[in-house]
């Protein structure tokens, strides 16, 4: 299992952007970069994967560089209800959740 | 579509006990794998299965045994519960290995005492 490292916790506020970066020094060739979101009491979100350079959705865009050894989740134009725990995964066969990024959005 | 559907979302049990956590799926995803969260902490992999009549061990596969029968199905079940094993229990099914598209469960709140 590639090893990441993402930050504890973020605060922000209604209206901007978070960026969320995760360090994942150990990428193999073949495995995708993937995002989920978990709300209290609830299980985690698919929200979007990537292999390299950019990908968006409706949600969230990815950004990949091109050593593939960090990856930034952006959260555009945040509201209180993207508060949540923010996972990055990286894995070909088996998924392990980190502790995840806590981010809080404030009024 | 129900999606991923856990049974049951809240369970006690006394330490030495076994039970079953039921998870099922009707989505025809081939891939199923178990979690537990503890308190504060990120998913952990107990058992995944990459379809009918294969599993493997994820993380923390001790005091758990899973089976799948068939490509619904795939049970969770204690042999002998201990306070350890106090957790929040999540089921997730996927057509795929790689992370895309994971669906879990509502999951199950379970207290050892």
Known sequence: LAKTT?????????????????????????????????????????????YKTKVTNEVASLFIPADRKSSTLSLPRVSLSDTAVYYCLVARNKLSFGAGTTVTVRA | NAGVTQTPKFQVLKTGQSMTLQCAQDMNHEYMSWYRQDPGMGLRLIHYSVGAGITDQGEVPNGYNVSRSTTEDFPLRLLSAAPSQTSVYFCASSSTMGGYGYTFGSGTRLTVV
Request: glycine letters at 6%.
């Open chain 1, 6 to 50: 993402q930050p504890i916790s973020m605060d922000s506020y209604e209206g901007q952007e978070v960026n969320i970066t995760c360090s994942h020094n150990n990428i193999a060739t073949n495995d995708y970069i993937t995002w989920y979101q978990q709300f209290p009491s609830q299980g985690p979100r698919f929200i979007i994967q990537g």
